[in-house]
């Protein structure tokens, strides 16, 4: 995936798509978008950060894992079997971009009584497992049986990609040079513009790189 | 009569059988951390020093081990039963434990007390933890039966389930053999500690794990979390607050960026040795 921090408004829409095509609980996020404020006034302003899980090429919450509930796909997504989690959260503190839950605290969306959404949230995820965005691997299942592109079909794209009104977010088979995020890398490139991955001290090689 | 079992093979004996086990349990924790152990950052223990002290550590770990794993305030609040059951195994578990190490403390001549003595309180606590333990774990057995995802995934507890079981059933009818005149008391007695020792060697690679690991990992998790909020920013592990500063800092040129090579040049394994190229090429590695 690549992120425009340039076009990102810090609308929140992807966090929200996020939200609702995984059915996260309440207090769970798995696509935050970090504000923070820069500079001091009369020039300040707002930058934003679309985060989630980097998915990454050598994932350290995989290697971790002692009851081997994180797995890689052929794909290159990384998953967690929330079934065979243990709650253990090796897997927390070994990821650098902090892109892991674990669901401590059942707290429902507005007061008391649940909502569809807390419903579903209960029926999708096991209390006391570790989750994480999934590349909205349920719709790259789909494209595959389908034959469809992910990054191009609207349904084999993830939630958040289709949500963003500013089109920051750009998804693709990397591998393939005629895909999106394949396209945009290279034009990003071409331009002269900033492109970078977080923590590459971690070396953990992460498949979401940002472009300024 | 009461079977003296150190007349039937002496206590070094099975002192050093629990050394070893000791050992092999200790690889085996060893062996499963490890890959935990090596994606920990290099400054962990000296910021730990630095930021939060040794007192500190030392009252985090006791609110850890209070909170978390004595009254397990935060753990299977999802469902009260759940709760009770693995209460019921954890504290029916240390009452055994407890039993045995007041019989190995008190009673290691092989003299012991008539049964219903209150001497006898180590093995008054141990029966009362082998029945809560039972229960618990028939408990357990019956989830396992009704409910296809568990049984699913936990495949290997069924051996950790049996062998604690066992031992536990053993247990008792060690203790009845002790005060009979049985005279398979000292096979009762054996079979008892083969199965105690199958139960911890195996404990790394079963369920069982999860007792010593979680904690481990709560206290380190607490950890982390106590070294961020003092804003230990050599720690690798970042608030996603401070992951914004970094991708800031990238974008005021006061942190040069880091390419994603690996993105470029496609994750094959032909890729991932041009990547490697580039990467020593471009920036000297990352």
Same mark, same amino acid.
């Given at each position: 995936?690549?992120?425009?921090?340039?076009?990102?408004?810090?609308c929140d829409a992807c966090s929200v798509a996020c939200k609702i095509e995984n059915?996260t609980?309440?207090?769970?996020w798995w696509a935050p978008v970090?504000?923070?404020?820069?500079?001091?006034?009369?020039?300040?302003?707002?930058?934003?950060?679309?985060?989630?899980?980097?998915?990454?090429?050598?994932?350290?919450?995989?290697?971790?894992?002692?009851?081997?509930?994180?797995?890689?796909?052929?794909?290159?997504?990384?998953?967690?079997?929330?079934?065979?989690?243990?709650?253990?959260?090796?897997?927390?503190?070994?990821?650098?971009?902090?892109?892991?839950?674990?669901?401590?605290?059942?707290?429902?969306?507005?007061?008391?009584?649940?909502?569809?959404l807390?419903?579903?949230?209960?029926?999708?995820?096991?209390?006391?497992?570790?989750?994480?965005?999934?590349?909205?691997?349920?719709?790259?299942?789909?494209?595959?049986?389908?034959?469809?592109?992910?990054?191009?079909?609207?349904?084999?794209?993830?939630a958040c990609?289709?949500a963003c009104p500013?089109?920051?977010?750009?998804?693709?088979?990397?591998?393939?040079?005629?895909?999106?995020?394949?396209?945009?890398?290279?034009?990003?490139?071409?331009?002269?513009?900033?492109?970078?991955?977080?923590?590459?001290?971690?070396?953990?090689?992460?498949?979401?790189?940002?472009?300024? | 009569?009461?079977?003296?079992?150190?007349?039937?093979?002496?206590?070094?004996?099975?002192?050093?059988?629990?050394?070893?086990?000791?050992?092999?349990?200790?690889?085996?924790?060893?062996?499963?951390?490890?890959?935990?152990?090596?994606?920990?950052?290099?400054?962990?223990?000296?910021?730990?020093?630095?930021?939060?002290?040794?007192?500190?550590?030392?009252?985090?770990?006791?609110?850890?081990?209070?909170?978390?794993?004595?009254?397990?305030?935060?753990?299977?609040?999802?469902?009260?039963?759940?709760?009770? &059951?693995?209460?019921? !195994?954890?504290? $029916? /578990?240390? +009452?055994?434990? #407890?039993? =045995?190490?007041?019989?190995?403390? *008190? %009673?290691?001549?092989?003299?012991?007390?008539?049964?219903?003595?209150?001497?006898?309180?180590?093995?008054?606590?141990?029966?009362?933890?082998?029945?809560?333990?039972?229960?618990?774990?028939?408990?357990?057995?019956?989830?396992?039966?009704?409910?296809?995802?568990?049984?699913?995934?936990?495949?290997?507890?069924?051996?950790?389930?049996?062998?604690?079981?066992?031992?536990?059933?053993?247990?008792?009818?060690?203790?009845?053999?002790?005060?009979?005149?049985?005279?398979?008391?000292? &096979?009762?007695?054996? !079979?008892?500690? $083969? /199965?105690? +020792?199958?139960? #911890?060697? =195996?404990?790394?690679?079963?369920? *069982? %794990?999860?007792?010593?690991?979680?904690?481990?990992?709560?206290?380190?998790?607490?950890?982390?979390?106590?070294?961020?909020?003092?804003?230990?920013?050599?720690?690798?592990?970042?608030?996603?607050?401070?992951?914004?500063?970094?991708?800031?800092?990238?974008?005021?040129?006061?942190?040069?960026?880091?390419?994603?090579?690996?993105?470029?040049?496609?994750?094959?394994?032909?890729?991932?040795?041009?990547?490697?190229?580039?990467?020593?090429?471009?920036?000297?590695?990352?």
């Amino acid at each position: 995936m690549i992120v425009d921090l340039a076009k990102c408004v810090g609308c929140d829409a992807c966090s929200v798509a996020c939200k609702i095509e995984n059915a996260t609980p309440s207090e769970i996020w798995w696509a935050p978008v970090v504000q923070t404020e820069v500079g001091k006034f009369p020039k300040a302003r707002l930058s934003f950060l679309p985060t989630l899980c980097m998915h990454c090429e050598d994932p350290p919450c995989m290697k971790s894992c002692p009851v081997k509930a994180i797995s890689k796909r052929g794909d290159g997504i990384v998953l967690i079997n929330e079934d065979k989690c243990a709650g253990s959260r090796a897997c927390l503190t070994a990821c650098p971009y902090n892109a892991i839950s674990i669901w401590e605290e059942e707290t429902p969306l507005y007061g008391k009584g649940e909502t569809p959404l807390d419903m579903m949230a209960k029926r999708k995820h096991r209390f006391g497992a570790a989750q994480k965005c999934t590349f909205c691997s349920h719709r790259m299942d789909m494209a595959k049986e389908k034959g469809m592109i992910p990054g191009v079909d609207r349904d084999a794209t993830p939630a958040c990609v289709l949500a963003c009104p500013a089109e920051c977010r750009i998804f693709g088979n990397i591998e393939d040079p005629n895909s999106p995020a394949a396209k945009y890398l290279k034009q990003a490139k071409a331009d002269g513009r900033t492109v970078f991955a977080l923590r590459p001290e971690a070396r953990t090689k992460p498949k979401v790189a940002y472009v300024w | 009569m009461v079977v003296q079992f150190n007349s039937i093979f002496p206590v070094l004996w099975v002192d050093v059988a629990a050394a070893v086990t000791v050992l092999i349990i200790a690889l085996g924790v060893v062996y499963k951390l490890r890959r935990w152990i090596r994606v920990l950052p290099s400054g962990l223990i000296r910021d730990a020093k630095k930021y939060i002290g040794s007192s500190g550590l030392v009252g985090l770990f006791f609110s850890e081990l209070g909170n978390r794993v004595l009254i397990q305030r935060n753990v299977l609040t999802d469902s009260k039963s759940r709760k009770i &059951i693995h209460l019921m !195994i954890f504290w $029916g /578990f240390l +009452g055994l434990a #407890f039993a =045995t190490v007041w019989d190995d403390i *008190f %009673f290691r001549n092989g003299t012991l007390p008539s049964p219903g003595s209150l001497e006898n309180f180590g093995n008054i606590i141990g029966n009362i933890g082998g029945v809560v333990l039972l229960i618990g774990i028939a408990a357990v057995v019956l989830r396992y039966a009704a409910v296809e995802k568990f049984r699913k995934n936990y495949k290997g507890d069924l051996f950790f389930l049996a062998f604690l079981y066992l031992a536990t059933i053993t247990g008792f009818a060690t203790e009845v053999s002790r005060f009979s005149t049985d005279p398979f008391a000292d &096979i009762n007695y054996l !079979i008892h500690l $083969g /199965f105690i +020792g199958a139960l #911890f060697i =195996t404990a790394p690679f079963t369920h *069982f %794990f999860h007792a010593l690991l979680t904690p481990i990992m709560r206290y380190a998790e607490r950890i982390h979390t106590r070294l961020v909020a003092k804003g230990a920013d050599t720690y690798p592990f970042y608030r996603k607050m401070q992951m914004a500063d970094l991708a800031e800092d990238i974008r005021s040129g006061a942190t040069p960026p880091t390419f994603p090579v690996w993105l470029e040049s496609g994750i094959s394994s032909k890729g991932e040795k041009d990547a490697k190229k580039e990467n020593k090429k471009s920036s000297g590695g990352d």
